[in-house]
């Protein structure tokens, strides 16, 4: 479960599906009474990991008051930090002197911004030599099918980047509501397959973040060469599972795109509490067919299911 310590972002990428989120105009940062009824939760479930996103969450004004607070309660093992690595150098000096105290990790999520760049190369630079692993892993958003990936290659090589958490990013705010799934799917394979490369080239695994595209989108072609290297990649459906995040104002949200999952963490005790719910809510949706031809899918003959997310895909029946 990851809490949103802010949600505004210094990138604006047109494509970015938190913006349901971010849309409106008022900025917000959780506040530090907030931020306690969060870690009381995390601690009351006996969780040893805070998993920070945003917006950028290194743009909090109070970001390492933050940390100081995770490290007062001496029951935190680790912190991992979702972010686009733009921030200043003495934001990074700062990072490895907490990293004293505390285990400190980041999910970079690195865009070929030039603007940018040059930070983010720095920053990647430093923190990658003075704390272990701090940064073993990369978040890489697909957005175009024309996209080039040499510049994420780059980063792999260069960091040993162990592990690649990838996403087709549907919902793209760039697309219509109206958008068929699986032809907007089909047009990545040549990325992916590009991506797949690197699985032997330089020994990295693949997690798919969300949006893992249906295996009916795939020619037979590339679903042999996929096989032949990571039959895992393809995952058990489209979207196996929403991802938990808590807003600022402590609402828990089941997706950013699509999901209408929204509750006050204050509903709750357990972990298991908001699953059991949130699955339910899954479970709905996975019973309505995205579109036409889903009716005769041979996966959902197996399992009565369907894909669940699908980007903009309708909580209804199809005509």
Request: proline residues 6%.
């Amino acid at each position: 479960m990851n809490l949103m310590i802010n949600t505004y972002c210094n990138f604006h990428c047109p494509y970015c599906f938190a913006q349901t989120e971010m849309k409106t105009n008022t900025v917000k940062n959780i506040n530090l009474d907030n931020f306690k009824i969060y870690l009381d939760f995390l601690k009351q479930n006996n969780e040893k990991n805070v998993r920070l996103i945003g917006g950028e969450p290194s743009l909090h004004p109070q970001f390492f008051d933050l940390l100081d607070i995770i490290i007062s309660y001496d029951c935190f093992s680790s912190v991992l930090v979702f972010s686009n690595f733009s921030f200043p150098f003495e934001f990074a000096q700062k990072i490895v002197e907490y990293s004293d105290e505390i285990f400190i990790e980041f999910l970079p999520n690195i865009n070929n911004n030039p603007q940018f760049l040059p930070t983010i190369e720095r920053n990647l630079d430093y923190l990658s030599l003075c704390i272990p692993n701090a940064v073993s892993r990369i978040s890489i958003n697909i957005f175009d099918p024309h996209q080039d990936m040499s510049f994420w290659e780059d980063i792999i090589a260069k960091y040993n980047i162990s592990d690649i958490r990838w996403s087709i990013t549907v919902p793209n705010m760039k697309l219509s509501k109206d958008f068929n799934f699986k032809q907007y799917f089909h047009e990545f394979q040549p990325i992916l397959k590009e991506m797949l490369t690197w699985a032997t080239k330089y020994n990295v695994t693949f997690s798919c973040d969300c949006n893992n595209p249906p295996i009916c989108a795939y020619d037979d072609d590339f679903i042999t060469f996929a096989m032949k290297i990571d039959p895992s990649f393809f995952g058990s459906f489209a979207c196996d599972g929403s991802a938990l995040d808590v807003t600022p104002e402590l609402d828990i949200i089941g997706c950013f795109g699509c999901n209408k999952f929204k509750h006050a963490l204050s509903e709750f005790e357990t972990f298991d509490e908001i699953l059991d719910l949130l699955h339910a809510e899954e479970d709905s949706l996975r019973k309505t067919p995205p579109q036409k031809e889903c009716l005769s899918c041979p996966r959902h003959a197996r399992t009565g299911l369907y894909c669940a997310c699908l980007g903009y895909r309708k909580e209804k029946e199809n005509d």
